[in-house]
């Protein structure tokens, strides 16, 4: 749990750390075409002078056109790799287990964080943080589909996902200011180090604990269910909806939220930085409420979720009403909690639905969650500014909420599921009891037959 932990805490911290630093890297690599010249680390573009905020916004805008769309590809690129890639990890991981992809994506993480340290030119840029959507591909979907594997009762299971979803929460959020303060002090190659060397901690770690040429990694292993059957699976394809839906006012949000704030409140620099940071702590406890109910209420699962994605839809809607700073911190908590509900509630929901309908092994159907935030996260950075440019920001976030409001009904189709017993699965009425390795994979592959 812990290594997963550090991998999840790592990606998305390598996802968000270079969000004060972009902006800077582009200046710098035009050389004397622009307003920060190579040599200018942090100079500010006409007002401010000195120094650029140590937690600037998430999204910066850049002084032209041409670097607004090259900002916006650049962090799309990331999720639009991993969406691509994710179909074939998933299927990967399910025929050679979970600790050798685990360890790859590590390695490549390490790669890619460690080609941000020394890139010299956007096309290097584009280069490592496509290679971290790679390396995510295999790490995220491996390290979660671990922990549902190795924790497989509830309410430990829940437990253990609600620990990796706050370790990611707290990488997306910490990362700004861990970037801005190193990078204002340290230099632009020191916080990309410093998340290098955690990296190859953490991979040792993994070889250690629990090595992927180890003995009885695979062989316990049965036939899992391929990847294209789960995607038609009506429950899943439910809960994959939800996922996506309950995280596009957040994906979209982020780029979009800064030029509003300083267009419509006059906010200032530090406001704007900061206007993420205080979400940590809502999502955080909405993650700890959804724990507790699942253990004590663990058919109400769908509950949970409906009841974050109204949650979400609601704060959505009010964020344009805001008038000052003070306010808009309220929506973004509200939409922070709910989406912590409605992750908690639904990732244990997948493994409960591969238990008790397919085969117990979990690498595709957290592939197909991973898929359903890419969704969310790939057009975010691309289709959100073309929205608010057309329609406006207000239209914007009134459609991410009314779609969040609405899908939350949906949910009410996993009522039953929920009554499920896991020992209907069809791998426990093949084995009856029986002994487990070779014959199980035996079984399931005469079964399939």
């Known amino acids: ?139 995220d979907t491996a390290g979660i589909a671990l922990i549902a594997d190795r924790y497989a009762e509830e309410p430990a299971r829940s437990r253990a996902l609600g620990t990796a979803l706050a370790c990611i929460s707290f990488g997306s959020l910490a990362a700004p200011p861990f970037g801005g303060v190193l990078y204002e002090f340290a230099g632009r190659r020191v916080p990309f180090l410093v998340l290098a060397c955690v990296c190859l901690l953490d991979g040792l770690l993994l070889l250690v604990l629990a090595p992927p040429g180890g003995t009885g990694a695979r062989a316990n292993m049965p036939v899992g269910t391929p990847i294209h059957r789960l995607m038609i699976d009506p429950y899943i394809a439910v809960v994959a909806g939800a996922l996506a839906t309950c995280n596009i006012p957040l994906a979209f949000l982020e780029p979009t939220i800064a030029n509003w704030m300083k267009d419509s409140m006059g906010a200032s620099e530090w406001e704007v930085g900061l206007t993420w940071l205080p979400a940590f702590f809502p999502h955080v406890l909405g993650v700890y409420v959804t724990v507790q109910l699942a253990a004590a209420y663990p058919h109400l699962q769908w509950f949970y979720g409906a009841l974050g994605m109204a949650i979400i839809g609601a704060s959505s809607c009010l964020v344009p009403a805001c008038r000052n700073f003070a306010q808009v911190i309220i929506p973004l908590c509200g939409i922070c909690f709910g989406i912590a509900l409605v992750d908690t509630a639904l990732l244990p929901t997948l493994a409960f639905l591969v238990d008790v309908r397919h085969v117990s092994v979990y690498g595709s159907v957290y592939a197909i969650a991973d898929i359903s935030y890419c969704v969310a996260y790939a057009l975010g950075p691309i289709v959100a500014g073309q929205i608010v440019h057309t329609m406006g920001f207000v239209q914007l976030n009134l459609g991410m909420g009314l779609a969040n409001v609405l899908y939350a009904p949906v949910l009410l189709f996993l009522k039953n599921v929920c009554q499920m017993k896991p020992s209907h699965s069809e791998r426990n009425i093949l084995l009856e009891e029986g002994p487990k390795g070779l014959y199980d994979t035996i079984k399931m592959e005469e079964r399939k037959g």
């Open 1 to 139: 749990l812990a290594v997963v932990c550090v991998a999840l805490l790592l990606d998305n911290m390598l996802y968000m750390v270079i969000v004060p630093i972009i902006p800077d890297y582009i200046a710098a690599m035009r050389g004397g075409g622009g307003t920060a010249g190579p040599s200018a680390p942090a100079g500010g573009n006409g007002s401010g002078g000195g120094n650029r905020s140590l937690l600037p916004a998430r999204y910066p805008t850049a002084s032209g056109s041409n670097e607004d769309v090259q900002i916006g590809m650049l962090f799309a690129s990331k999720a639009m790799l991993q969406l691509l890639v994710n179909p074939l990890s998933g299927t990967l991981i399910d025929r050679v287990g979970y600790e050798a992809p685990l360890l790859a994506g590590l390695a490549v993480l390490f790669l890619s964080t460690a080609t941000f340290a020394f890139a010299e030119n956007y096309a290097t840029l584009f280069a490592a943080r496509s290679l971290q959507g790679l390396g995510s591909a295999f790490a």
